[in-house]
T-cell receptor, first 112, second 115 residues
Framework: KQEVTQIPAALSVPEGENLVLNCSFT??????LQWFRQDPGKGLTSLLLIQSSQREQTSGRLNASLDKSSGRSTLYIAASQPGDSATYLCAVRGNAGNMLTFGGGTRLMVKP | GAGVSQSPSNKVTEKGKDVELRCDPISGHTALYWYRQSLGQGLEFLIY????????KSGLPSDRFSAERTGGSVSTLTIQRTQQEDSAVYLC?????????????FGPGTRLTVL
């Protein structure tokens, strides 16, 4: 059974810092990995999707990398802003079925 | 274009009552997913539809839970004889197809509270 872990569970940084969120998964046989953002009381916003054949994806200040063989992904946020404050979730789609298996999330607070 | 929509946004019900939650996927998306987000369990998969059929129901927690999809579009998740442990946010997602390169796009969720 696929298990997804995110470290740290919570992170507080001053505005302007570059930061890295970590995601690890136990079964490396994945189709893709998605990073999401969730604001309090809201649904999930898709940030980046990395296919299993890809090493990284970039969107604006966000860069996600994937090392499938070691079961790890990182989300790099450059020049963090208070508006980046949210919970960040990673999710993997494996071989067994089409559903996503989610990590527990990293709750990010960027202080002005 | 319109995203995934869900209704109601909030539902409060009494233990033992039945509830229906609705999901309208993005137009043209053939795959539809239901997930549940609760404090103790995080985000869990419930059921997956491809068109109107549900090839994967493995996440439904009990036979009190059922879902259907009609016309390859709207889906309804029904919970019968609700229990307090059913309290959670129910999220719906859709994607263009089941192919691996397709992102899943999520709706805002329905917050269910069972008293």
């Amino acid at each position: 059974k696929q298990e997804v872990t995110q470290i740290p569970a919570a992170l507080s940084v001053p505005e302007g810092e570059n930061l890295v969120l970590n995601c690890s998964f136990t079964d490396s046989a994945i189709y893709n990995l998605q990073w999401f953002r969730q604001d309090p009381g809201k649904g999930l916003t898709s940030l980046l999707l990395i296919q299993s054949s890809q090493r990284e994806q970039t969107s604006g200040r966000l860069n996600a990398s994937l090392d499938k063989s070691s079961g790890r992904s990182t989300l790099y946020i450059a020049a963090s802003q208070p508006g980046d404050s949210a919970t960040y979730l990673c999710a993997v789609r494996g071989n067994a079925g089409n559903m996503l298996t989610f990590g527990g999330g990293t709750r990010l607070m960027v202080k002005p | 274009g319109a995203g995934v929509s869900q209704s109601p946004s909030n539902k409060v019900t009494e233990k033992g009552k039945d509830v229906e939650l609705r999901c309208d996927p993005i137009s043209g998306h053939t795959a539809l997913y239901w997930y549940r987000q609760s404090l103790g369990q995080g985000l869990e998969f419930l059921i997956y539809f491809q068109g109107n059929s549900a090839p994967d129901k493995s996440g439904l927690p009990s036979d009190r839970f059922s879902a259907e999809r009609t016309g390859g579009s709207v889906s309804t998740l029904t919970i019968q004889r609700t229990q307090q442990e059913d309290s959670a946010v129910y999220l719906c997602a859709s994607s263009f197809s089941r192919e691996s390169y397709n992102e899943q796009f999520f709706g805002p969720g329905t917050r269910l509270t069972v008293l």
